[in-house]
C-alpha cells in the first residue's frame, strides 16, 4: 500500500492476529476484528453527517465511536465528559455538530440526537474512497484567551506523527501499550488509541492511571503525564514493576528532575520525554535508543524542522543552549487551521510559513531542545533580563522538601515583573525562614536574578485533566503574607540595561 493511502486510511492491513485480545479499557476487552467490525457499524450510521461529536469517557465505546467516524470519513469531535454546558455548548455549536455518540443521561438540554453506541453491533465500514473526506479530528483547544478553539487534523498529519514516534520510540506490533490518559486529548487520543491501533500494538487502557494499575497491566511500553510518574514513584513497589517495561513516556508538561531520578532508582531507565501542541502533534522527542537529557524533549522528528525567534526583535535566536525565543515549527504534522477562524489561523503563521507555537524555548548546539513555557505567562521579564519560569521551577523542585512548584510574573513597579512562585512543601518552615531556604538554593543553583523575589506556600496547584497546572487560576493565600526576598542571595542588583514593562503577551 502506497504511503499515500496509508495516510488516508490510518489504519492499514496489519499482518498481526485479528482474533487476539487488541484493546481493552477496564474490564471490556476486544479483538482487532471485533473493534474494527463495531466500528463500521457506527460508521455506516454517521456516514455523510458533517461533524459527529464523541461522549469522551475512559471507555470502549470512546475508541469504537471515534474509529467508526474515521472509518467513515466523518471528522471526530471528542468533548470532554466533565465538561460544564458552557463549556459542551460552545463545542458542539462550534463544530456543527449533527449528533453524539455516548451516553449522555447526565447532559440535559441538548440540541442535538443523542445515540448510543452497541460494542455488539457489527457491519462492514463504507467504502474506502470515503475515508478521505475532510478532517480526522475537530480537537478543541483550552480557550485559555477566550472560547476554545477548534483544531482541523488531517489523516496524513496524525499518521506522519504516529510513523515518526514509532521511529523514536522502537514502537512495534510486538509492544503492549499502557496508559490511563483522558481520550479527548492528543496525548490519551492521538498517540494512545490511534498509535496503537495504526502500529498493531496491544494497548490496555486502565480508565485511571493509578500506580496499582500500571503496575498490573504487564506492559512493555507506558505513557503518563508527570502528575502520573510522581504517583508512581509514591508508590515504590507498583513502580518497582514497571522495571520489565521496554520504555517509559513522559508528556503534556515538564517531568521534575527529581522525579526522573526516582524513575531511574526504581525501574533501571529513565523515562522519555516528548514536546508537542494540539495544533503541531508531537514534533521533538528523545529517542529509545538515544541520550535522555532530564529537562530537555529531545531532537526534532523526522521531517521536523524548529527554529528560535526573539518575540520582540524578530530576529533569530542562537541554538547555543541559554538564549530563549519562541519555538517555531515547520513540519508534515501542522494541523489545518482553526475551525472558521481564518484571522486565527493566519496570526498563528509567520510570514515565511512557520508556525508560532507560542512556547518560549532553548535549543542547544547539538539540535536538543528544552521547553521553557509559554511566551505568554513563563517567559518573565525583571529587572532587564528575561527568565524563563520552567528553569525556576526546576531549580525548586530539586529542593529535597518541595513537592511542587510553579513560578509566575507578577507585575512590579520597579522590575517590570517580579518572580513569585507558589509552593507546595509540607515539611518546609513557611515564613522568613522557608523563604529565605529556597530563594537562596535557587540563586546557587541558577544565578541571583532568576531567584523567587516572592513565595506563597500553598496546600495545592490548580491542575487541568492532564496535570498541567493552571496558571492563572493561582492566588496569593488570604492567610499568606510572604516576606519579600529581594535581599536574599546577596541582594544583587536588578540587572543591566531598561527595565521592561508591566505585563505579559497575550497568547495565541
Given at each position: ?134 478532517s480526522a479530528l475537530i480537537l478543541y483547544t483550552s480557550g485559555t484567551t477566550g472560547a ?294 535557587v540563586a546557587r543553583e541558577l544565578s541571583v536574578h532568576k531567584r523567587p523575589r516572592t ?36 541582594g544583587a542588583p536588578a540587572g543591566p540595561g531598561p527595565r521592561p514593562e508591566a505585563g ?5
Amino acid at each position: 500500500m502506497r504511503r499515500e493511502d496509508l495516510a488516508v486510511t490510518l489504519f492499514p492491513s496489519l499482518d498481526v492476529d485479528q482474533d487476539a485480545p487488541a484493546v481493552q479499557v477496564g474490564d471490556t476487552a476486544m479483538s482487532r476484528a471485533q473493534l474494527f467490525a463495531a466500528a463500521g457499524a457506527v460508521a455506516r450510521r454517521v456516514a455523510g453527517a458533517r461533524a459527529v461529536a464523541v461522549r469522551a469517557d475512559a471507555s470502549m465505546a470512546t475508541v469504537v465511536a471515534t474509529v467508526g467516524c474515521l472509518l467513515a470519513g466523518v471528522p471526530a469531535v471528542p468533548v470532554p465528559p466533565d465538561s460544564g454546558p458552557r463549556e459542551r455548548d460552545h463545542i458542539l455549536g462550534d463544530s456543527d455538530a449533527e449528533l453524539l455518540l455516548g451516553e449522555a443521561a447526565t447532559w440535559a438540554d441538548l440540541r442535538i440526537p443523542v445515540v448510543p453506541v452497541d460494542l455488539t453491533e457489527r457491519a462492514d465500514p463504507p467504502a474506502r474512497s470515503q475515508q478521505a473526506q475532510g478532517s480526522a479530528l475537530i480537537l478543541y483547544t483550552s480557550g485559555t484567551t477566550g472560547a476554545p478553539k477548534g483544531v482541523l487534523l488531517s489523516r496524513s498529519a496524525i499518521a506522519a506523527d504516529l510513523d515518526a514516534l514509532a521511529d523514536a520510540w522502537g514502537w512495534t506490533a510486538e509492544d503492549t501499550l499502557v496508559h490511563g490518559l483522558p481520550l479527548f486529548h492528543v496525548h490519551g487520543l492521538v498517540l494512545g488509541v490511534l498509535g496503537a491501533l495504526r502500529l498493531g500494538s496491544r494497548l490496555v487502557h486502565t480508565v485511571r492511571p493509578t500506580p496499582a494499575a500500571y503496575a498490573g497491566a504487564g506492559g512493555s511500553l507506558y505513557f503518563g503525564v508527570p502528575t502520573v510518574w510522581t504517583r508512581v514513584c509514591e508508590d515504590p513497589s507498583s513502580a518497582r514493576s514497571l522495571a520489565a517495561a521496554r520504555l517509559l513516556v513522559s508528556g503534556s508538561a515538564p517531568l521534575p528532575v527529581p522525579v526522573i531520578e526516582r524513575l531511574r532508582q526504581l525501574t533501571g531507565a529513565s523515562p522519555v520525554e516528548r514536546y508537542g501542541m494540539t495544533e503541531t502533534l508531537i514534533t521533538t522527542s528523545s529517542r529509545a535508543d538515544g541520550e535522555r537529557r532530564a529537562g530537555w524533549v529531545g531532537l526534532p522528528l523526522p521531517d521536523v524542522h524548529t527554529r528560535l525567534v526573539d518575540d520582540e526583535s524578530g530576529e533569530p535566536v542562537p541554538p547555543d543552549g541559554e538564549s530563549v525565543g519562541e519555538l517555531q515549527v515547520r513540519a508534515p504534522t501542522l494541523f489545518d487551521g482553526y475551525l472558521g477562524r481564518p484571522d486565527a489561523t493566519a496570526g498563528s503563521f509567520t510570514a515565511d510559513g512557520w508556525f508560532r507555537t507560542g512556547d518560549a524555548a532553548v535549543i542547544a548546539e547539538d539540535g536538543h531542545h528544552r521547553i521553557v513555557g509559554r511566551r505568554s505567562i513563563d517567559l518573565i521579564k525583571s529587572g532587564g533580563y528575561r527568565i524563563g519560569a520552567g528553569e525556576v521551577e526546576a531549580a525548586l523542585l530539586a529542593h529535597p522538601r518541595v513537592r511542587e512548584a510553579a513560578v509566575v510574573g507578577l507585575p512590579d513597579d520597579d522590575l517590570g515583573q517580579r518572580i513569585t512562585a507558589f509552593v507546595v512543601a509540607p515539611d518546609l518552615a513557611h515564613g522568613d525562614a522557608g523563604d529565605r531556604e529556597l530563594t537562596d538554593f535557587v540563586a546557587r543553583e541558577l544565578s541571583v536574578h532568576k531567584r523567587p523575589r516572592t513565595i506563597h506556600f500553598v496546600g495545592e496547584l490548580p491542575r487541568n485533566a492532564m496535570g498541567k497546572v493552571r496558571k492563572a487560576a493561582l492566588r496569593p493565600p488570604l492567610d499568606d503574607h510572604p516576606a519579600a526576598a529581594d535581599g536574599a542571595a546577596g541582594g544583587a542588583p536588578a540587572g543591566p540595561g531598561p527595565r521592561p514593562e508591566a505585563g505579559t503577551h497575550p497568547s495565541r
